[in-house]
Nanobody, 126 residues
Framework: QVQLVESGGGLAQPGGSLRLSCAAS????????MSWARQAPGRELEWVSG????????YYADSVKGRFTISRDNAYTTLYLQMDSLKPEDTAVYFC???????????????????WGQGTQVTVSS
């Protein structure tokens, strides 16, 4: 069965960095686009970043563009999110998600994803 397991969350200071990982199994990882989304307390789930199945194209929400970098290693079936210049407003639970296909028309449409991990908490505070 499909499994997505996030790790790497924790506490970071403003301006600091964290790297999230998402270990995928139970499907042919290289055939599917993937994304990261986040949910802050009291707020709706927000799409953060997406990546094409071979990693050749990446997409970002305006709120994280220039600070976050998504990548993937298809040989190790792992998705990553490098988060730099962290801000307190980045505090949220971060989820990885598997797309329904290899190239969603709109990566930011959360309806395009059919499996989600359990999430990892990221807290940015001094």
């Amino acid at each position: 069965q499909v499994q997505l397991v996030e790790s790497g969350g924790g506490l970071a200071q403003p301006g600091g960095s964290l790297r999230l990982s998402c270990a995928a199994s139970g499907f042919t990882f290289s055939q599917y686009a993937m994304s990261w989304a986040r949910q802050a307390p009291g707020r709706e789930l927000e799409w953060v970043s997406g990546i094409y199945r071979d990693g050749s194209d990446t997409y970002y929400a305006d709120s994280v563009k220039g600070r976050f970098t998504i990548s993937r290693d298809n040989a190790y079936t792992t998705l990553y999110l490098q988060m730099d210049s962290l801000k307190p407003e980045d505090t949220a639970v971060y989820f990885c998600a598997k797309a329904r296909g290899g190239s969603p028309t709109y990566y930011s449409d959360l309806e395009n994803y059919d499996y989600w991990g359990q999430g990892t908490q990221v807290t940015v505070s001094s």
